[in-house]
């Protein structure tokens, strides 16, 4: 009777049990809340995994302007060398043909612009300027500043700075084909003590020939236009016969470069010129009163 006596008082002093309803509903709460939870997140992220991103806006090609080039050859150039920026004066020239570029004002303006105020000025600047590198099958190269006596281009005083030249956004179209026109930056081989002048502009051109692209040269060179007219003329200038050194002076000359000779470069000057004195003649803009030319990326 002792025992149950103090197992009836030990039970009489335990507190009461919780009711069971409690907990039970506060465990049913906390259920539907992650459940909720639960659904909601997976209602919120399945939309944006479905969601297509934007299409990705095109570069304005719109062409805004045209200019012109002739070129030509002046066979007795090496002869009466005096000629130097008066290359129009030659007395034997021979007319190689027109070609009419179209011009990407609403992309690259600031390369438009310049290259338009090359080609016009007060006698227009390309004038004169000889063709120095041709690659066949790649394309050719105009522009090369120097000293005008000696058929190289002297850029105006007042040029504007070409601040597109590290602008990754003026690099966005490539060199798909024959006919596009653009900026040579890596190309350029102007001599150090010109590029340092404060005077120095970027105005040296390229123009590819085809048949196929040139896509070591994307991302490197701006493409601010194409040929629209004279494929015929650029394909004239890629047959004209170069300078090309053989396997033994290219390997005579990489080892120059190697140990440091600075003649190197100078040796190399001469590689890929056109062995006919290539110029332009004349340039100048093309106004048309109705465009009618679409839009056409390179």
């Given at each position: 009777?002792?025992?149950?006596?103090?197992?009836?008082?030990?039970?009489?002093?335990?507190?009461?049990?919780?009711?069971?309803?409690?907990?039970?509903?506060?465990?049913?709460?906390?259920?539907?809340?992650?459940?909720?939870?639960?659904?909601?997140?997976?209602?919120?992220?399945?939309?944006?995994?479905?969601?297509?991103?934007?299409?990705?806006?095109?570069?304005?090609?719109?062409?805004?302007?045209?200019?012109?080039?002739?070129?030509?050859?002046?066979?007795?150039?090496?002869?009466?060398?005096?000629?130097?920026?008066?290359?129009?004066?030659?007395?034997?020239?021979?007319?190689?043909?027109?070609?009419?570029?179209?011009?990407?004002?609403?992309?690259?303006?600031?390369?438009?612009?310049?290259?338009?105020?090359?080609?016009?000025?007060?006698?227009?600047?390309?004038?004169?300027?000889?063709?120095?590198?041709?690659?066949?099958?790649?394309?050719?190269?105009?522009?090369?500043?120097?000293?005008?006596?000696?058929?190289?281009?002297?850029?105006?005083?007042?040029?504007?700075?070409?601040?597109?030249?590290?602008?990754?956004?003026?690099?966005?179209?490539?060199?798909?084909?024959?006919?596009?026109?653009?900026?040579?930056?890596?190309?350029?081989?102007?001599?150090?003590?010109?590029?340092?002048?404060?005077?120095?502009?970027?105005?040296?051109?390229?123009?590819?020939?085809?048949?196929?692209?040139?896509?070591?040269?994307?991302?490197?060179?701006?493409?601010?236009?194409?040929?629209?007219?004279?494929?015929?003329?650029?394909a004239s200038i890629a047959s004209i016969p170069?300078y090309k050194p053989g396997e033994r002076i290219?390997?005579?000359?990489?080892?120059?470069?190697?140990?440091?000779?600075?003649?190197?470069?100078?040796?190399?000057?001469?590689?890929?010129?056109?062995?006919?004195?290539?110029?332009?003649?004349?340039?100048?803009?093309?106004?048309?009163?109705?465009?009618?030319?679409?839009?056409?990326?390179p």
């Open positions: 009777m002792g025992c149950s006596t103090a197992t009836t008082t030990t039970s009489a002093a335990l507190p009461p049990h919780p009711p069971p309803s409690a907990p039970i509903s506060k465990l049913h709460l906390h259920r539907r809340s992650l459940l909720f939870l639960s659904s909601t997140t997976t209602a919120l992220s399945f939309p944006s995994l479905s969601i297509a991103s934007p299409p990705q806006k095109q570069p304005d090609t719109t062409i805004t302007d045209r200019v012109f080039m002739d070129f030509s050859i002046c066979p007795s150039y090496f002869q009466t060398r005096t000629l130097g920026s008066d290359l129009a004066l030659c007395p034997d020239t021979e007319p190689v043909g027109r070609i009419v570029l179209g011009l990407y004002g609403n992309l690259v303006p600031i390369t438009v612009s310049n290259f338009k105020s090359m080609c016009t000025g007060v006698s227009g600047y390309y004038k004169g300027t000889l063709i120095q590198k041709i690659f066949p099958g790649r394309f050719f190269m105009a522009g090369h500043q120097g000293r005008r006596d000696k058929g190289e281009v002297k850029p105006p005083v007042g040029l504007v700075r070409n601040t597109e030249s590290i602008d990754p956004k003026a690099f966005q179209l490539g060199h798909s084909k024959g006919g596009v026109l653009s900026l040579c930056l890596s190309e350029n081989d102007d001599d150090d003590d010109i590029k340092l002048d404060p005077n120095y502009h970027n105005v040296e051109f390229m123009i590819t020939t085809g048949p196929g692209p040139c896509p070591d040269l994307d991302g490197r060179n701006i493409v601010f236009g194409s040929v629209l007219e004279g494929m015929d003329v650029v170069t290219r390997q005579y000359n990489d080892l120059a470069e190697f140990l440091g000779d600075g003649r190197a470069k100078n040796a190399r000057a001469i590689w890929d010129r056109p062995q006919k004195t290539l110029y332009i003649s004349n340039c100048g803009e093309l106004k048309v009163t109705k465009p009618t030319l679409s839009p056409s990326l």
